[in-house]
Nanobody
Framework: QLQLVESGGGLVQPGASLRLSCTASGSGFSVGTMGWYRQAPGSQRELVGIIASGGANVYGDSVKGRFTVSRDYAQNTVFLQMNNVKPEDTAVYYC??????????????WGQGTQVTVSS
């Protein structure tokens, strides 16, 4: 079983920066793609950014140029650096990871979510 533990959410003022972290734990598998999604009240969950095992990034249009997803492969940890945050970035941010086991289909896992609130 793969477990994801997130940290780093909170209240931040518009224009400020915030960094989220998420670590995958467990044994008997490797971790493929990792990244972040978010969900605001009354809205669907949307892509923030992901990073593949090979290092390629994909970002949602609303965060391009402001947010960066990076990864520590040795620690199975993914980071979300949020710069110049805006009130519309307010949401619950969910960590995402794929578990890879040789000879079996990959499976997706989600963290418990961490609240980010952007307000003055």
């Amino acid at each position: 079983q793969l477990q994801l533990v997130e940290s780093g959410g909170g209240l931040v003022q518009p224009g400020a920066s915030l960094r989220l972290s998420c670590t995958a734990s467990g044994s008997g598998f490797s971790v493929g793609t990792m990244g972040w999604y978010r969900q605001a009240p009354g809205s669907q969950r949307e892509l923030v950014g992901i990073i593949a095992s090979g290092g390629a990034n994909v970002y949602g249009d609303s965060v391009k140029g402001r947010f960066t997803v990076s990864r520590d492969y040795a620690q199975n940890t993914v980071f979300l650096q949020m710069n110049n945050v805006k009130p519309e970035d307010t949401a619950v941010y969910y960590c995402y990871a794929t578990r890879i086991v040789v000879g079996r289909p990959s499976s997706n896992y989600w963290g418990q979510g961490t609240q980010v609130t952007v307000s003055s």
